[in-house]
């Protein structure tokens, strides 16, 4: 299934094929992780259950674990055919990760510069995978930031590009290194979910958005959709980051497809679409799993304080503030709920190894539900293909780069079909 030629693919097919999976394997994936106080399927998954026991985090945390986890779940291996995609970079010239590729040889050697590695790379791969959408007359890049991507695509193209950003500091900027570049690339400062913003699009051969979050890109989508903006390339992200508190499709196809499955999703269902880090550095994971851990033992203390039953949420808090360690962690959580924190030394060591048992359980549940993160991913994806199509489009839907540049390396490209 995993070579699928593009003129025979049936998002249909495929994404009523994941709509089942999804339904039929709900429990395995559908919970509130931090609410569990055991693995769930101890009675239907007796084996899964006893080998996750005895995994440890570092182990459950590996590249292999899902394919171990696939001995005790046949069907994880259907979930990998039916998540494969053709390759866009692979009928496009291909830029290496080296800036200085032949692609991109004839890119300024100072083009490049204050943009992140990864980051570079991503709009690299993003502007060799627009296909069609190269040949187009001009572009709105759709919640630009500084407009990197559209200033390369401006270079590349000799073409116009329109870059809509909301906030007028990078916008400045942007225009900035537009001068520096020498590029047709012009600013203009407004908010994407407004229903103004449609009126960008007047005009416009090709509409892009690189990682554009949630409701951001769903708005460009429609927008498009109503004028028959000619090209939309658009790599999705963010899925959760939605007004709605329940996923209600966006497709008709969709939503006759949650309403013949009961299928329910939430926002926290959809964060399972984007849990996957692959471009997270050693130490960036290991100040993940001592805020997890830190978190759990302190909500632990929370739990009792209030005499609450579910996980209460803390907001972000700045990873330098972790090394001081669990106890000063637990005074700035309680302030966070207007509590104060009273522990006894003996207490505290106690609320932290109860942390560290529940990381290690949040872990096993984690490792389960992952098997179905790109599942979810695709089924996302595959809703906005469908919605495109029912706008009179010819969709494709393919990988724009590896998972080490950026685990979101889906991408939707259409036409429209005068």
């Given at each position: 299934?995993?070579?699928?030629?593009?003129?025979?693919?049936?998002?249909?097919?495929?994404?009523?094929?994941?709509?089942?999976?999804?339904?039929?394997h709900?429990?395995?994936?559908?919970?509130?992780?931090?609410?569990?106080?055991?693995?769930?399927?101890?009675?239907?998954?007796?084996?899964?259950?006893?080998?996750?026991?005895?995994?440890?985090?570092?182990?459950?945390?590996?590249?292999?674990?899902?394919?171990?986890?696939?001995?005790?779940?046949?069907?994880?291996?259907?979930?990998?055919?039916?998540?494969?995609?053709?390759?866009?970079?692979?009928?496009?010239?291909?830029?290496?990760?080296?800036?200085?590729?032949?692609?991109?040889?004839?890119?300024?050697?100072?083009?490049?510069?204050?943009?992140?590695?990864?980051?570079?790379?991503?709009?690299?791969?993003?502007?060799?995978?627009?296909?069609?959408?190269?040949?187009?007359?001009?572009?709105?890049?759709?919640?630009?930031?500084?407009?990197?991507?559209?200033?390369?695509?401006a270079?590349?193209?000799?073409?116009?590009?329109?870059?809509?950003e909301?906030?007028?500091?990078?916008?400045?900027?942007?225009?900035?290194?537009?001068?520096?570049?020498?590029?047709?690339?012009?600013?203009?400062?407004?908010?994407?979910?407004g229903?103004?913003?449609?009126?960008?699009?007047?005009?416009?051969?090709?509409?892009?958005?690189?990682?554009?979050?949630?409701?951001?890109?769903?708005?460009?989508?429609?927008?498009?959709?109503?004028?028959?903006?000619?090209?939309?390339?658009?790599?999705?992200?963010?899925?959760?980051?939605?007004?709605?508190?329940h996923?209600?499709?966006?497709?008709?196809?969709?939503?006759?497809?949650?309403?013949?499955?009961?299928?329910?999703?939430d926002?926290?269902?959809?964060?399972?679409?984007?849990?996957?880090?692959?471009?997270?550095?050693?130490?960036?994971?290991?100040?993940?799993e001592?805020?997890?851990?830190?978190?759990l033992?302190?909500?632990?203390?929370?739990?009792?304080?209030?005499?609450?039953?579910?996980?209460?949420?803390?907001?972000?808090?700045?990873?330098?503030?972790?090394?001081?360690?669990f106890?000063?962690?637990?005074?700035?959580?309680?302030?966070?709920?207007n509590?104060?924190?009273?522990?006894?030394?003996?207490?505290?060591?106690?609320?932290?190894?109860?942390?560290?048992?529940?990381?290690?359980?949040?872990?096993?549940?984690?490792?389960?539900r992952?098997?179905?993160?790109?599942?979810?991913?695709?089924?996302?994806?595959?809703?906005?293909?469908?919605?495109?199509?029912?706008?009179?489009?010819?969709?494709?839907?393919?990988?724009?780069?590896?998972?080490?540049?950026?685990?979101?390396?889906?991408?939707?490209?259409?036409?429209f079909?005068?």
């Amino acid at each position: 299934m995993s070579n699928i030629a593009r003129d025979d693919f049936n998002y249909a097919r495929r994404f009523e094929q994941l709509t089942h999976l999804l339904s039929e394997h709900k429990a395995l994936w559908q919970f509130a992780t931090f609410n569990q106080a055991d693995l769930p399927w101890r009675e239907d998954y007796p084996e899964l259950c006893n080998w996750l026991d005895s995994q440890s985090v570092t182990d459950l945390l590996s590249e292999d674990s899902q394919a171990r986890i696939g001995q005790f779940l046949p069907f994880v291996s259907q979930i990998e055919a039916l998540t494969q995609l053709d390759d866009f970079t692979l009928d496009c010239l291909t830029p290496s990760e080296n800036k200085d590729s032949a692609e991109f040889s004839s890119v300024p050697v100072h083009f490049s510069h204050g943009i992140g590695g990864r980051k570079w790379q991503q709009i690299s791969a993003f502007f060799a995978a627009l296909g069609p959408a190269q040949q187009a007359e001009n572009y709105l890049e759709w919640c630009a930031g500084m407009g990197h991507l559209g200033r390369l695509v401006a270079l590349k193209t000799a073409s116009s590009v329109l870059s809509l950003e909301w906030q007028q500091a990078l916008c400045d900027k942007g225009s900035t290194l537009a001068q520096k570049a020498n590029v047709q690339q012009d600013f203009v400062c407004d908010d994407a979910l407004g229903a103004q913003s449609a009126t960008h699009l007047t005009g416009k051969n090709c509409a892009m958005a690189l990682h554009a979050c949630g409701d951001l890109h769903t708005a460009l989508l429609r927008a498009a959709g109503e004028v028959k903006t000619p090209h939309v390339v658009i790599s999705p992200c963010c899925y959760h980051l939605t007004r709605d508190a329940h996923y209600l499709g966006l497709s008709q196809f969709c939503q006759a497809n949650l309403i013949q499955h009961g299928l329910e999703i939430d926002k926290d269902d959809l964060k399972l679409a984007v849990k996957q880090v692959a471009t997270a550095g050693a130490r960036e994971q290991d100040l993940r799993e001592l805020e997890l851990t830190y978190r759990l033992g302190f909500d632990t203390w929370l739990r009792e304080t209030l005499n609450a039953d579910n996980y209460i949420p803390l907001p972000s808090v700045k990873k330098s503030q972790l090394n001081q360690g669990f106890e000063a962690f637990c005074h700035w959580a309680a302030e966070q709920k207007n509590q104060l924190f009273s522990a006894t030394d003996e207490q505290v060591t106690q609320y932290l190894a109860i942390g560290k048992q529940r990381r290690a359980l949040l872990a096993r549940l984690e490792a389960v539900r992952s098997c179905f993160r790109r599942a979810m991913e695709l089924w996302l994806v595959l809703d906005r293909a469908l919605f495109m199509q029912e706008q009179g489009y010819q969709v494709e839907v393919g990988i724009f780069c590896s998972a080490q540049l950026t685990p979101r390396n889906y991408m939707l490209r259409a036409v429209f079909e005068k």
